[in-house]
């Protein structure tokens, strides 16, 4: 049974999908630990309400970045992760922390990487005037919202379209996406060349709509 270590800053829903598809789809892996920066985090009473241990790391009593990172990755490693998942964790990560994770630490971002990285994507997407949007999957490196893709959903931009409403459209591909490529990783299914994501085994390929 591998282990599964989420972290979040707020409300979690993400993290929510990934654990109702571990449970419901007996994946080999279980969500060890839920661990928050922020006291405050909504996620943590789910994760709490299913019985997975929760930890909070508050950022606020750290003095720099580097003390955060490192009191976090104690706390990670004591539920000696396989896959370690960022869903809205709105924090940046030192350079060594990235490394200590690498290849098993994904993050979730509303965007088509490598448009529109950083804050405010859907702003942002309504703001070019693009005819799509939606969300990547990565592989966490050094640089904010890169590292080599594992999955991506798609959603078209209406006419009327609203932050709040995009935002909405592309949470509910979200939650699909989320689950779909953590089970990839978690079984095995990815290969990594040259900074390129192949899936080994496209059998999951049709649980998910792009
Ligand atoms: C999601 O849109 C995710 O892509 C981004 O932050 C948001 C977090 O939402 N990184 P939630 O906390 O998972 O509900």
Known sequence: MKNIVILISGRGSNMEAVVRAAQSEGWPAK???????????????????????TVVVPSKQF???AEFDAALQQEIDCFAPD???LAGFMRILTGSFVEHYAGRMLNIHPSL???FP???????????????????????TAELDHGPVVAQARV???PDDTEVTLAARVLVEEHKLYPYAVRLVIEDRLSIEHGVVRVLDTRLADTISH
Do not use: M, Y
């Not at 969500?31 to 241990?53: H, K, M, W």
């Not at 005037?129 to 990547?136: F, I, L, Q, S, Y």
């Open 156 to 158: 078209d931009v209406l």
């Open 113 to 115: 990487l490598p448009a």
């Open 31 to 53: 969500v060890a630990a839920v661990i928050s920066n922020r006291p405050d985090a909504a996620g943590l009473a789910f994760a709490q309400a299913r019985g997975i241990p």
């Open 63 to 65: 003095a720099s970045r």
């Open 83 to 85: 896959l370690v998942v």
């Open 118 to 140: 950083g804050l405010a994507t859907h702003r942002q997407a309504i703001e070019a005037g693009v005819p799509e949007h939606g969300a990547t999957v990565h592989f966490v």
